[in-house]
């Protein structure tokens, strides 16, 4: 059986400005392609990625070779794999209930989202991005997690510099000087909900990870949440983000959504099929194996590019366009298999249910600012890094 065909050209700063290109290529001539540059072999159709994050016991979620550990000083549990993957999941599945989003989380959110786009000025022109999107996320995740004495721009700094960290993968010592001292800053804050009094049963994931029968060691508490947080900030703001310019760029999508003739549900999911927050993920084979037909041999790393797996002309017609009145197919924003994204429903809902609803009442007649362009940028994670809109 032949090796993946490498690509040795293309850089991860194209990738980070425009990773699409590379990926409608790729499906058409080279769907298993080992990228130099990234030192992975990427897998772009949908049926592959699929295929290797289902089969969990083939392609371990352990990636040796992660930036992810450096910069979270461990392995969290998204690089775990069986009993022990399940064992930490588990412990903070609960602030994840039906009940408590229906009962404390929702309504919490509700209250946050209607002070935010409260605070928004009628009339004038603002960056979405940096006064709602960003804050509000950090806003609403400080209270799933127990963190709500920091601040929207500690919470966001935090997530960013994880993230940055956690796709190092030029390793760029600059980057985890940023890592450790962002660790340094959330181990503290931490401290402080845990020897706080009123934390012992309450739903956030702190306390519920620390009231389990068999609490976890603080030190698989403390990285978990730094998962939550590097999780739980950029993806829904990025998906409002790309919903909102999604609907702006395509006024007639805007209006029957505000006429009722289809559901923020559905503008909320083709916003993250058509631009998934996280872009990417990694496996490695546990032992010799092939995909479509090459070779993967043990200890390779592939990349499943859930990105492109949400364009893949296998299963999805013009996947580049934005079109919200498309049938609804299942998409791999969210993943798949055991790493399923926890916070899918709280996304959903905060998204689809509370905040864009909430702001296009508001503003129903918010309009892109022609002045400047919105840019769309990253490789591992992606999304718009500006939002200038008139808000009318
Ligand atoms: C639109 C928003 C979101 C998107 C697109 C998204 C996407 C994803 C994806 C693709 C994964 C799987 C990664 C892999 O397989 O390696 C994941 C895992 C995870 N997500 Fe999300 N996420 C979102 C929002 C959230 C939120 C709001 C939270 C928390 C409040 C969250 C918490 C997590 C956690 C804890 C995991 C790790 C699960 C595990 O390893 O078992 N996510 N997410």
New binding site residues.
């Given amino acids: 059986m032949p090796l993946p065909a490498v690509d040795d050209r293309i850089a991860i700063s194209d990738l980070a400005t425009d990773p699409y290109s590379f990926y409608r290529k790729a499906r058409a001539d080279h769907p298993v392609v080992t990228v130099k540059a990234v030192g992975r072999t990427m897998l772009t159709k949908a049926a592959d990625t699929k295929y290797v994050?289902d089969s969990w016991e083939l392609f371990s979620?352990d990636d040796p070779n992660t930036p992810m550990r450096r910069a979270f000083q461990a392995h969290?549990?998204?690089?775990?794999d069986g009993a022990a993957?399940q064992r930490?999941?588990t412990a903070?599945a609960s602030?994840?209930s039906p009940r408590n989003l229906r009962e404390v989380w929702m309504p919490l959110y509700e209250d946050i989202a209607d002070d935010y786009i409260g605070r928004l000025p009628r009339g004038e022109t603002v960056d979405l991005f940096a006064e709602l999107a960003a804050p509000l996320?950090a806003r609403?995740?400080s209270h799933?997690?127990g963190l709500d004495h920091a601040s929207d721009a500690d919470l966001c700094r935090w997530s960013q510099t994880l993230i940055d960290g956690a796709g190092n993968f030029g390793q760029l010592q600059s980057l985890f000087d940023a890592t450790d001292k962002v660790n340094d800053e959330i181990n503290a804050a931490i401290g402080q909900t845990v020897t706080a009094p009123e934390a012992a049963g309450r739903p956030h994931?702190i306390a519920v990870m620390l009231g389990q029968e068999a609490p976890l060691e603080i030190g698989a508490i403390q990285s978990?949440i730094k998962?939550?947080i590097g999780?739980?900030?950029n993806?829904?703001r990025?998906?409002m983000l790309t919903a909102i310019f999604g609907l702006l760029d395509n006024p007639e999508q805007k209006q029957a959504v505000l006429a009722g003739t289809t559901s923020w549900l559905n503008v909320?999911e083709e916003a993250?099929r058509w631009v998934?927050?996280?872009q990417l993920?990694?496996?490695r084979a546990v032992e010799d194996t092939q995909i479509r037909g090459y070779d993967i041999p043990a200890g390779d790393v592939v990349m499943?590019i859930?990105a492109s797996a949400n364009h893949d002309e296998e299963v999805i017609e013009n996947g580049h366009l934005f079109d919200i009145h498309r049938p609804r197919a299942p998409h791999?924003?969210?993943?798949?298999?055991?790493?399923?994204?926890?916070?899918?429903h709280?996304?959903?809902k905060?998204?689809a249910d509370i905040v864009l609803p909430r702001l296009f009442d508001r503003f129903p007649e918010m309009s892109l600012d022609t002045d400047q362009q919105v840019a769309f940028r990253g490789f591992g994670f992606r999304g718009p890094i500006n939002m200038p809109v008139r808000l009318n």
């Avoid at 969290?76 to 775990?80: A, F, G, P, V």
């Fill in positions: 994050k979620s969290t549990l998204m690089r775990k993957h930490e999941r903070m602030t994840f996320s609403c995740l799933l997690i994931a978990n998962i939550v999780g739980g900030i993806e829904p990025d998906a909320f993250i998934a927050p996280i993920s990694s496996r499943t859930q791999q924003a969210f993943g798949n298999g055991p790493h399923f994204c926890l916070g899918t709280v996304a959903r905060m998204v």
